[in-house]
């Protein structure tokens, strides 16, 4: 069983940084056959993509709301994936969601996500 651990959620300023961090465990999990990527859930709102790294921590991508300010990276070793959130917005204020994948597949409702962590809240305060 694969288990993802969020850490690092909190209150932050609009304009403020803070940094997520995912944490992945289970006898067959690896970085180098599964994909890390960070969701986001807002009140009210549907689960939405933020960013996501491939296999090895390669081809990074990121919604366009986030473009420019949130950095996603992987430690293959560690089997941590981070999500580094500069310039925030009240906006953003929402449930931040760890999933790891063998396959991204964008055009499913969920993503190809095979595993989810319970998610960690993130407040901006305007």
């Known amino acids: 069983q694969v288990q993802l651990v969020e850490s690092g959620g909190g209150l932050v300023q609009a304009g403020g940084s803070l940094r997520l961090s995912c944490t992945a465990s289970g006898r067959t999990f690896s970085l180098y056959t599964y994909g890390m990527g960070w969701f986001r859930q807002a009140p009210g709102k549907d689960r939405e993509f933020v960013a996501r790294?491939?296999?090895?921590?390669?081809?990074?991508a990121y919604a366009d709301s986030v473009k420019g300010r949130f950095t996603i990276s992987g430690d293959n070793a560690k089997n941590t994936v981070d999500l580094q959130m500069n310039s925030v917005h009240p906006e953003e204020t929402a449930v931040y969601y760890c999933a790891a994948a063998r396959s991204w597949r964008p055009e499913e409702r969920n993503y190809g996500v095979d595993y989810w962590g319970k998610g960690t809240l993130v407040t901006v305060s305007s």
């Open positions: 790294i491939g296999w090895s921590g390669a081809s990074a």
